[in-house]
Antibody
Framework: EVQLVESGGGLVQPGGSLTLSCAVSGFSFRSYWMHWVRQAPGKGLEWVARINSNGGGTSYADSVSGRFTISSDIAKNTLYLQMISLRAEDTAVYYC??????????????WGQGTLVTVSP | DIQMTQSPSSLSASVGDRVTITCRASQGIRNDLGWFQQKPGQAPKRLIYAASVLQSGVPSRFSGSGSGTEFTLTINSLQPEDFATYYCLQHNRYPYAFGQGTKVEIK
């Protein structure tokens, strides 16, 4: 069974840091690109970042570029999102999701349950 | 960056109605578009990929069409479990972008 389980969310002060994790199982982690998507309370979905299957390539939304870093540990089957200089507008539920081959639309078929990050004094 | 304009932002419909949701890309994205359904408190669920391919296990009343800049999600004979928010996603180039969402409510 394919599973993605996020953790690491919580309350953090503006300017603070937090690292999210996404533990995956039930599929070959090394064969997939992985993404983070977030959703502010009551708002729509926002793509955040991606990492390719060997960890050698990354992309970021303009809103997080320079502050967030996506990484992965294939041996631990875990995806990470390191967040620094957090702002109130980063408050959201953060989801991880997988991408087998976006050239054929085969992406975002499984998602985690999400982890809530709240940035507040 | 590619912008996705989704319409309407909300709609009211009755069980059995046919519903159409549209997404327009600010530039051509071939068929690099997916449709997702999200219910409150849940993660999004993929319905359609490659603009028109139905995800396995998704009822056939859902269909997608379009290519280039104009895309449509159609729900034939709306069912009670279809009341949710729907999003399109372009994955032609980074940064990927979702539409603003369409909330389908019960009339």
């Amino acid at each position: 069974e394919v599973q993605l389980v996020e953790s690491g969310g919580g309350l953090v002060q503006p300017g603070g840091s937090l690292t999210l994790s996404c533990a995956v199982s039930g599929f070959s982690f090394r064969s997939y690109w992985m993404h983070w998507v977030r959703q502010a309370p009551g708002k729509g979905l926002e793509w955040v970042a991606r990492i390719n299957s060997n960890g050698g390539g990354t992309s970021y939304a303009d809103s997080v570029s320079g502050r967030f870093t996506i990484s992965s540990d294939i041996a631990k089957n875990t995806l990470y999102l390191q967040m620094i200089s957090l702002r109130a507008e980063d408050t959201a539920v953060y989801y991880c999701t997988r991408d087998f081959d976006s050239r054929f639309g085969d992406l975002f078929d499984y998602w985690g349950q999400g982890t809530l990050v709240t940035v507040s004094p | 960056d590619i912008q996705m304009t989704q319409s309407p932002s909300s709609l009211s419909a009755s069980v059995g109605d046919r519903v159409t949701i549209t997404c327009r890309a600010s530039q051509g994205i071939r068929n690099d578009l997916g449709w997702f359904q999200q219910k409150p408190g849940q993660a999004p669920k993929r319905l359609i990929y490659a603009a028109s391919v139905l995800q396995s296990g998704v009822p056939s009343r859902f269909s997608g069409s379009g290519s280039g800049t104009e895309f449509t999600l159609t729900i034939n004979s709306l069912q009670p479990e279809d009341f949710a928010t729907y999003y399109c996603l372009q994955h032609n180039r980074y940064p990927y972008a979702f539409g603003q969402g369409t909330k389908v409510e019960i009339k």
